[in-house]
C-alpha cells in the first residue's frame, strides 16, 4: 500500500512533469539562473487556509534551497490583505513553482472553507460531516487533508480501509444477509480487521440488518428527515448512524436534529470554487 507520503510525492511529480515539460521557456529566457528575490502569497478572499505544508513539499521538492516563513498556518481564518507565507530563493524556481502550489492551495483552501461552514451549521447536535470517494483522481489524499482541516472528518480514504457494502454490493451478493455474512467471513480469512458498514434503501432492509447484526454503522440513503428520526430510533444507539444522498447545506440541520451519527456530503470535495489568492514578488 503507498504510503500517504509517497502519494504526495507522486503527485507532485507528475504535476511538475505535466506543467514543465521539457522547461519554463518563458521564465528560462529571460530570468538569470543567479537572480534571487521573495515572493508573497497574498489571500485576496474571506475563508479557511489549507494546504500550507503540501506547499512546502513543492518548494522543497523542486528546488531544497527555498526559504519559506510560514505566517498563517492550515486551518487560519484568513481575509483579503492577509499575507500567508514568504518564500525567498532563486527567481526561476519561484515562477516555475508558483502554478502547481496556488492550484493546490486554492483547491484545498476552497475544500477548507466549505466544509467549515457545513461544521458550523452542525453546531449544538453531536452530528459529524463526513467527506465521500467523490474526489478529484489523483488528488484525494490533499482533499480529504483539506476536509479534515476545515473540521470535518474523513469517511474512507479508499476502497482498501473500510467494507461499505452499498446498494449495488447488496444486490449483486443476492442480499443483505448474504453480503454481510460474506463480509465478515471474508475479514476473517483475511486477517483483515476492516469497519463493515452496510447502505439501507427503506426500513425493511434496516430491520434486515438489525436482525442480523455483524456491522459497525448504518447508512440511510436517501431518507427524508421524517425516515431518519424513525430509523435512529429503531437502531437505538446500537451501531454508529449515517445520512447519505441528497442532503444540502439547506437541509443539513434537519438530519442532524434527527439523532444521526455522521452525514456524508459528496459536494465538499466535488462542486467546490477555490479560494482566490495570488503569489506576488515582493
Not at 474523513?154 to 443476492?174: E, P, Q
Not at 451501531?239 to 439547506?250: L, N, P
Given at each position: 500500500m503507498n504510503t500517504e507520503q509517497e502519494l504526495i510525492d507522486r503527485l507532485i511529480d507528475l504535476s511538475f512533469a505535466e506543467d514543465i515539460g521539457d522547461g519554463d521557456h518563458t521564465t528560462l529566457s529571460c530570468i538569470p539562473a543567479t537572480a534571487m528575490g521573495k515572493s508573497k502569497l497574498l489571500i485576496k478572499e474571506a475563508g479557511i487556509l489549507a494546504g500550507i505544508e503540501i506547499a512546502k513539499e513543492v518548494f522543497r521538492r523542486f528546488d531544497p534551497s527555498m526559504k519559506v516563513e510560514v505566517l498563517m498556518g492550515d486551518g487560519s481564518q484568513v481575509k483579503p490583505g492577509d499575507v500567508a507565507m514568504i518564500v525567498e530563493g532563486k527567481v526561476q524556481s519561484l515562477l516555475q513553482t508558483e502554478r502547481l502550489m496556488l492550484n493546490i492551495m486554492q483547491r484545498m483552501s476552497g475544500i477548507a472553507t466549505m466544509t467549515h461552514r457545513y461544521t458550523e451549521r452542525l453546531k449544538g447536535t453531536h452530528t459529524r460531516v463526513l467527506?465521500?470517494?467523490?474526489?478529484?483522481?489523483?488528488?484525494?489524499?490533499?482533499?480529504?487533508?483539506?476536509?479534515?482541516?476545515?473540521?470535518?472528518?474523513?469517511?474512507?480514504?479508499?476502497?482498501?480501509?473500510?467494507?461499505?457494502?452499498?446498494?449495488?454490493?447488496?444486490?449483486?451478493?443476492?442480499?443483505?444477509?448474504?453480503?454481510?455474512?460474506?463480509?465478515?467471513?471474508?475479514?476473517?480469512?483475511?486477517?483483515?480487521?476492516?469497519?463493515?458498514?452496510?447502505?439501507?434503501?427503506?426500513?425493511?432492509?434496516?430491520?434486515?440488518?438489525?436482525?442480523?447484526?455483524?456491522?459497525?454503522?448504518?447508512?440511510?440513503?436517501?431518507?427524508?428527515?421524517?425516515?431518519?428520526?424513525?430509523?435512529?430510533?429503531?437502531?437505538?444507539?446500537?451501531?454508529?448512524?449515517?445520512?447519505?444522498?441528497?442532503?444540502?447545506?439547506?437541509?443539513l440541520r434537519d438530519y442532524a436534529e434527527c439523532g444521526v451519527d455522521f452525514i456524508s456530503v459528496g459536494a465538499l470535495t466535488h462542486s467546490v470554487k477555490g479560494l482566490d489568492m495570488s503569489f506576488k514578488a515582493c
Open positions: 467527506d465521500t470517494r467523490k474526489t478529484t483522481p489523483g488528488m484525494r489524499i490533499l482533499e480529504k487533508m483539506a476536509v479534515k482541516i476545515g473540521g470535518g472528518v474523513n469517511h474512507r480514504i479508499g476502497l482498501f480501509d473500510m467494507i461499505l457494502l452499498k446498494d449495488n454490493h447488496v444486490d449483486f451478493a443476492g442480499g443483505i444477509d448474504k453480503a454481510i455474512t460474506r463480509a465478515k467471513e471474508y475479514c476473517r480469512e483475511k486477517g483483515k480487521n476492516l469497519k463493515i458498514e452496510i447502505e439501507v434503501r427503506n426500513f425493511d432492509e434496516l430491520q434486515q440488518v438489525l436482525d442480523l447484526g455483524g456491522v459497525d454503522r448504518i447508512m440511510f440513503d436517501n431518507f427524508t428527515p421524517e425516515m431518519t428520526r424513525k430509523a435512529v430510533e429503531m437502531v437505538g444507539g446500537r451501531y454508529e448512524t449515517e445520512s447519505s444522498g441528497g442532503i444540502t447545506f439547506d437541509t
